[in-house]
């Protein structure tokens, strides 16, 4: 009985030791979590940053545009280009080269805002799956770690009840006890073990877009002026801009845990720092808030395309004798 009580007392030890010290693993670093400036960063990311002019003399010409096209040609500092183009066209055909001139620069600056639109969601998307596939990864780990723990605690469980079985059969109760209490306390291990193994990586991101937007600086070094300006646009609430909305959203799927929680402030030192060790969860997570903010960007090319369309609406419909746009 002594014997037996020992060897109880010895696995769970062993158990209790394994269970608290052996159950997380860091993985080797792989070039898809460390290298990415080298995958998602543009080869040559030159933030645009137009020359702002006032509008002077111009602003009582009647753009005939809606309030919505008007804020769009705010966020592409472009409505001094259009009371300039509205006054020469009132002027009649002598500024037509004038005119044509102005109305090329405000194509090429809707053209580049498009572009830097398609750009920031690329980075976005790469950095997305860039962290879906290690998660991936480190799923599959996980998973063949606890197929083998799980199958090697059925096989110690057999084990042991054979040989408790056959101590019992030749009459050793004492030696059965002790066998069947030191193989249940392994197969313990083994499937408590594969209960709550989970591996660790070490994840990159010395260019953080999500950090940009958390610490919210006056002037951002990674979005373009436009797309800045668009982020700290009202959008439908007049006190909450889309910067607010994408972190509400973050907050309200779960990704930062509760709103002033230790749990938050852990995973925003992780997520908005340059990296860390992350888990599985952790790298969904931060799939999950990229997604976020690349859909609330795409929203400026809904409006892109409105404003371009009600100026093509206009020269359909005609010449106006003032106020009106390419």
């Known amino acids: ?14 158990s209790t030791a394994l269970l608290t010290s052996g159950c997380s693993f860091v993985l080797p670093s792989t070039p898809h979590s460390t290298t990415s400036e080298r995958s998602c960063v543009p080869v040559k990311p030159i933030l645009f940053h137009g020359q702002t002019e006032t509008e002077g003399p111009y602003s009582s010409i009647d753009l005939r545009l809606s309030d919505q096209s008007i804020k769009v040609a705010q966020l592409m500092d472009v409505l001094p280009l259009l009371y300039k183009l509205a006054a020469l066209q009132g002027a009649g055909e002598s500024h037509r080269v004038a005119v044509m001139e102005l109305r090329q620069s405000l194509t090429d600056r809707l053209l580049l805002t498009l572009f830097e639109v398609s750009s920031m969601t690329a980075e976005i998307v790469c950095e997305r799956d860039r962290a879906d596939q290690v998660a991936d990864r480190m799923d599959e780990v996980d998973a063949s770690m606890v197929k083998r723990l799980t199958l090697a605690s059925i ?23 002790a066998a069947g209490i030191a193989g249940g306390a392994v197969a313990s291990v083994f499937g408590g073990t594969a209960l709550f193994a989970t591996s ?12 940009e937007l958390w610490e919210n600086p006056r002037q951002s070094r990674l979005f373009s002026p436009t797309i800045w300006r668009f982020l700290h646009r ?20 779960g990704r ?38 690349e859909a609330h960007i795409q929203l400026l090319s809904e ?13 359909i419909a005609g010449t106006p004798k003032e106020g009106f746009l390419p």
Request: include cysteine.
């Open 1 to 14: 009985m002594c014997a037996a009580r020992l060897a109880f007392l010895l696995n769970l030890l062993i």
């Open 155 to 177: 096989v110690i469980s057999g084990i042991a009840a054979i040989v408790s079985g056959g101590f019992g059969l030749a009459s050793a109760s004492g030696a059965s006890d």
């Open 200 to 211: 660790k990586q070490e994840f990159r991101h010395e260019r953080n877009l999500l950090s």
């Open 234 to 253: 009202h959008h439908k609430d007049p006190a909450v801009t889309m910067r607010d909305e994408v972190i509400q959203a973050w907050r309200q799927q």
């Open 256 to 293: 930062l845990g509760e709103a002033g929680s230790a749990g938050e402030q852990d995973r925003a030192a992780l997520m908005f720092s340059t990296g860390g060790t992350y888990t599985s969860t952790d790298l969904r997570a931060r799939a999950s808030m990229l997604e976020t903010l």
């Open 303 to 315: 409006e892109l395309e409105g404003f371009l369309r009600e100026i093509v609406q206009q020269r």
